[in-house]
Every structure is written in C-alpha cells, then in structure tokens.
C-alpha cells in the first residue's frame, strides 16, 4: 500500500513563505510524476507545480516564479517552496505521486495553508 505523508502547512502572513514536505512509501514506482495540487473552499482541486522523475517541471501560470519544487528520487519525497504567498493560495494542499505504468494516482491526506491579510 502506497501512501503519502505531508508537512509544512500552516498559517502565514501575506508575503510570508511556507516549504511543504511529501514522502512517499514503496519502493520502485517506475516512470513518475509527483506533485502538489491544492483546493479552496468552493473550488475545484487544481495543479500547482509536477516534478517528474526523469527530470522535467510544469507549473501552473498563478505561480509565476513564486514556488519551486523539487524532490529526491532515492527517497520518494518531493517539496514545494512557497515563496511571496498570498490570501489567494488558501488552500488545502495536497500530494499526489502518479504511475506512468498502470496510470495510478495516489494522494496524501492535505495539508492546510493559510495566508493572511
């Protein structure tokens, strides 16, 4: 059983910074991608930024330069530093890792961000 562990959501004053953790169990998942997607109250679940194992990034155009991520294969973990964040980019933010073989996609459990005005 795959899961995904999250950290480093929180509560943040606008133009404040958050960096958010995410290690996946297993072992080998093949080709892959792993990422962080979020959702606000209202809204349906979006892209933030995919980093995939074979190297290779995609952002969503909100994050204009704001956000980088970044993982480490040999440990299944990716990140995501949250930089210039503003009240906009509340949400609850979640990892995904997806299989490239078997088209799998596997979720943490979301980790709040809140950025105050």
């Known amino acids: 059983q795959v899961q995904l562990v999250e950290s480093g959501g929180g509560l943040v004053q606008t133009g404040g910074s958050l960096r958010l953790s995410c290690a996946a169990s297993g072992t080998d998942f093949g080709l892959n991608a792993m990422g962080w997607y979020r959702q606000a109250p209202g809204k349906e679940r979006e892209m933030v930024a995919v980093?995939?194992?074979?190297?290779?990034?995609n952002y969503a155009d909100f994050v204009n330069g704001r956000f980088t991520i970044s993982r480490t294969n040999a440990e299944n973990t990716v990140y995501l530093q949250m930089n210039s964040l503003m009240p906009e980019d509340t949400a609850v933010y979640y990892c995904?890792?997806?299989?490239?073989?078997?088209?799998?996609?596997?979720w943490g459990q979301g980790t709040q961000v809140t950025v105050s005005s």
């Open positions: 995904n890792l997806r299989t490239f073989v078997g088209l799998k996609d596997f």
């Open positions: 980093a995939f194992s074979r190297g290779g990034k």
